[in-house]
């Protein structure tokens, strides 16, 4: 069963921020929110991850609402290189599942010139 | 320089024909872990070892064999491949713990005819 909903695609113009939602409506309190990206059938790559408080790193910033049952993952400038399938996970912070990532089938994102 | 490395990059073989996959690590890490991604969907795993001696099933291992020689050393084995099997195949890597982020090598490509 899932434990995130994500958009299928979106488009973002070059240059603007994109926003990329996620629902996890059922998430614990054991559990964070992760954001990978794959790039044309290259390994994902590791984005950003949060527990409760907004996050912000060199890449994007990740703010998860006050209940915790979605975030959005932002890219403040999107770039061509920026086009990517993003994925959105939920993780146990510890126990015998923490090591699974649970791979959806993302949003396509797009970024048009 | 890549800090997890996949052998070969792209491979073709023959129903019935043993073939194995090689991932070196130089993150130091101690987990590693074998997926395999089919068109349209997201990672499967197929196996993960949280350290030499520690070897465990993930989702989808049957048809699959692993051997991990050293802690950067990680191999999967198709004993007898099928054209089922065809897909993208990605290592990755872990520290493991609270922070457990998980680094993907850039994939091998099988195709089995």
């Known amino acids: 069963d899932a434990k995130t909903t994500q958009p299928p695609s979106m488009d973002c113009a070059e240059g603007r921020a994109a926003n990329l939602p996620c629902n996890h409506s059922?998430?614990?309190?054991?559990?964070?929110v992760y954001w990978y990206r794959q790039i044309h059938s290259q390994g994902p790559q590791y984005i950003i991850h949060?527990?409760?408080n907004n996050e912000t790193n060199e890449m994007a910033s990740l703010i998860i609402t006050e209940d915790r049952k979605s975030s959005t993952l932002i890219l403040p400038h999107a770039t061509l290189r920026d086009t990517a399938v993003y994925y959105c996970i939920v993780r146990e912070i510890s126990g015998a599942g923490s090591y699974q990532l649970t791979f959806g089938k993302g949003t396509k994102l797009s970024v048009i010139p | 320089d890549a800090d997890v490395t996949q052998t070969p990059r792209n491979r073709i073989t023959k129903t019935g024909k043993r073939i194995m996959l090689e991932c070196s690590q130089t993150?130091?890490?101690?987990?590693m872990y074998w997926y395999r991604q089919d068109p349209g969907l997201g990672l499967r795993l197929i196996y993960y070892s949280f350290d030499v001696k520690d070897i465990n099933k993930g989702e989808i291992s049957d048809g699959y064999s692993v051997s991990r020689q050293a802690q950067a050393k990680f191999s999967l084995s198709l004993e007898s491949a099928i054209p089922n099997q065809t897909a993208l195949y990605f290592c990755?890597?872990?520290?493991?713990?609270?922070?457990?982020?998980?680094?993907f090598g850039p994939g091998t490509r099988l195709l089995v005819l």
């Open positions: 059922t998430i614990s309190g054991n559990e964070y």
């Open positions: 993150k130091g890490h101690d987990r």
């Open positions: 990755a890597t872990s520290e493991g713990g609270r922070q457990e982020t998980q680094y």
């Open positions: 949060g527990l409760k």
